[in-house]
Each structure stands twice: as structure tokens, then as C-alpha cells.
């Protein structure tokens, strides 16, 4: 089984991947919980605390804004064997885009990003499919882009398993998109993709009405805080075919064409084999 969680993170990002090979991947580091009104809601220990996860294989930070990065200072308590983020951005780039304020997760964040050496050798490589039980893992950026906003540097991640897609990018907008659809082994990943995370929380600066020339998800997923008036959940539900979607306090199902943490809290996703059959699970709260 491939598991996914989408933690309520408030205003921020961070999903948890368990693969068929057990391998355990996080991309990005949000905390809180809109829910549970818990500011302090960390998703690394609760992996360590209640998942029993004692080390991490692979983190993806797909951009340094501090919504991205704020569990940061929890980081080593998973001893994560692989960091993978867009290198290409220097310390000037990440400390203009970020307040004064945050400098302490900010020094962190540099501190490991001076650590860990990437590309690993393939049989370290945690997201090759030969390693984790049959997913594959493919990213794509935009290193061109201009340096003021980088937003437009997030990492695109889009993972297949089964047949079935998922793409998660970080805050990517106009910029980003745009050069990503000029690039036809992006647009070869992204099509077809069955479940996508809301680019820049559910926001208009995020919203790329061009995708959904390549794809119609059953689900569309927004981990985001409390409503602002960029919200564009509306533009997301439209875009999408919709899915049977499972309420974990009941086992009720309702069909959903878009799921937020603010409203659903953490969702779950998860994809396995069963009798030559391929299934898709997908829960909230």
C-alpha cells in the first residue's frame, strides 16, 4: 500500500508518504493544526511519538518560505537520510523572501542544507521505484524564474503508483507554470494526474487554468488556514471529475470535488492492489 497524509497544517504545507517498500518521505515542514487549534502541532513528532518513526528517508522542501519550513527546528529528531531542495537558490534569495523574525528556522534551514549532498548514488535513493516498493517520483523546477518571488522556485512532485497520479508543487504561480507547460517531460508527468495539492494554498496567485488542459483530477486538495479573499476553491471544485470520499468517524461517503484541512482536517490517501484490482482511498476527518 502507498499511504499519503495531508496534514491540517494551518497556513502551511507538509504531506507524509509511506511507501509499499516502507520507505518514509515528508515534503515540507508545516505545523499547527486549524482543527485541533493547536499552534503547536508538529507533524515530525508526531511521526516520531505516534508512528513510531525513528528516521526519515527522505525530506523535500519544496521552497524556503518560512509556512514550508516552520517544524525545521524538530528536523534532526528523525535523522532524515536524504534532503532534497532547490539548491540553486542562494542565502541572500532565501533570506530577503523570509522576516527578520524567523531568522533562527531560516539559520537552520541553511545549516542543513550545507549538510546534506544531493544527488545521492541510486541505491540510496529512496524515490527510485527499485527502492520503495514500485512508486515513481518525479520533480520539476524552474530555476529561471526571477529570484524575487521564490515562490516560482517550488519543486513539483508527482508521484504514480498503480496507475494513479498525484501531483504536489509548493507555491508555484504564473511564472513557474508557465515554464513548466513549455516543457514536455513535465507536461508527459503531469497528465493524467488524479489527485492535485492546491499550488500556493488554494490561492488566484497559484491557479493555472492551462493545467487542467493535460488533466481533469478526481480530487483537488488545498492545505490551507482560514479563508482569504484570493481563495479559489470555487475555480478548483470546476476543474474536477470528483471521488467518493470516505469520513473516517463514521464511514460514511460522500462525493468531493475538493477537500480543504480548514473544513476536513487531515486527509488520507491510500493506493493498493487487491485481487488484480487497483484501489483509491481517500478519508478525512
Known sequence: MLEMVFWDVQHGNSTYIKTPGNKHIVIDLGVGSYIGRNTNFSPLLHLKKIYQISSIDEVIITHPHTDHIDDILNFDELNPKVLRIPSHLSENDIRNANPSSDAIKIDKYLEISRRYIFPVSDKDNPTLPSNNG???????????????????????????????????????????????????????????????????????????????????????????????????????RNAASGWDVKKRSDASYIKRYCLTTRNDGTIVVKMWNENQTNYLDVSIE
Open 134 to 236: 514500485g512508486v515513481s517520483f518525479k520533480f520539476f523546477s524552474t530555476p529561471n524564474c526571477g529570484k524575487s518571488n521564490i515562490n516560482n522556485h517550488s519543486i513539483v512532485t508527482i508521484i504514480e503508483y498503480l496507475g494513479i497520479k498525484v501531483t504536489i508543487p509548493g507555491d508555484n504561480e504564473s511564472a513557474s507554470w508557465k515554464e513548466l507547460l513549455q516543457n514536455q517531460s513535465f507536461t508527459n508527468a503531469v497528465s493524467g494526474t488524479n489527485i492535485l495539492l492546491a499550488s500556493h494554498h488554494g490561492r488566484e496567485s497559484g491557479y493555472c487554468s492551462e493545467l487542467f488542459d493535460y488533466f481533469s483530477p478526481n480530487l483537488v486538495i488545498i492545505s490551507d488556514g482560514a479563508a482569504v479573499e484570493t481563495s479559489v476553491t470555487d475555480k478548483y
